[in-house]
């Protein structure tokens, strides 16, 4: 995880350098779901070792509790995003998401796009007027 944040930390002054707003989001699994459909319950792979489920859980918990990365600006855990839908948004158990689950994935994500879009078009609109 600590190399999560040197990454996000990395990514971030590139973005200074090259002129892009980096965005960060830790997505669902199908692991971290909390009500899975009859569908998702299919998909348990009994040939997913017990070690990899709890290793997700432990590194899932880890992003729920991080002070660090849920203070910073740019990232934002959305891996609760299906926790409370009964519909089956993955469509293996690989973590591959339906149309469905990426729609919602992406409705998640569009207000913070929206928003650096405004930024950059308010800050472009400033330096014109200068």
């Known amino acids: 995880m600590r190399l ?9 002054s ?13 997505q669902p699994v199908i692991f971290s779901k909390r009500h899975r459909s009859s569908y998702e319950r299919t998909l348990d792979r009994s040939d997913i070792p017990i070690t990899i489920r709890k290793t997700y859980d432990a590194i899932y918990r880890w992003v729920r509790q991080s002070e660090s990365l849920n203070s910073h600006p740019h990232f934002r855990n959305i891996s609760a995003l299906f926790d409370d839908a009964g519909k089956a948004y993955y469509l293996d158990g690989m973590q591959h998401l339906s149309e469905a689950g990426n729609q919602r994935v992406a409705a998640a994500m569009v207000d913070d796009v929206i928003g650096l879009i405004e930024q950059r078009r308010a800050a472009a609109e400033e330096k014109t007027v200068r």
Not at 4 to 12: K, P, Q, S
Not at 15 to 26: K, T
């Open 4 to 12: 999560y944040e040197a990454n996000l930390t990395l990514v971030e």
């Open 14 to 26: 590139m973005g200074r350098s090259y002129g892009f707003d980096p965005l960060f989001y830790w």
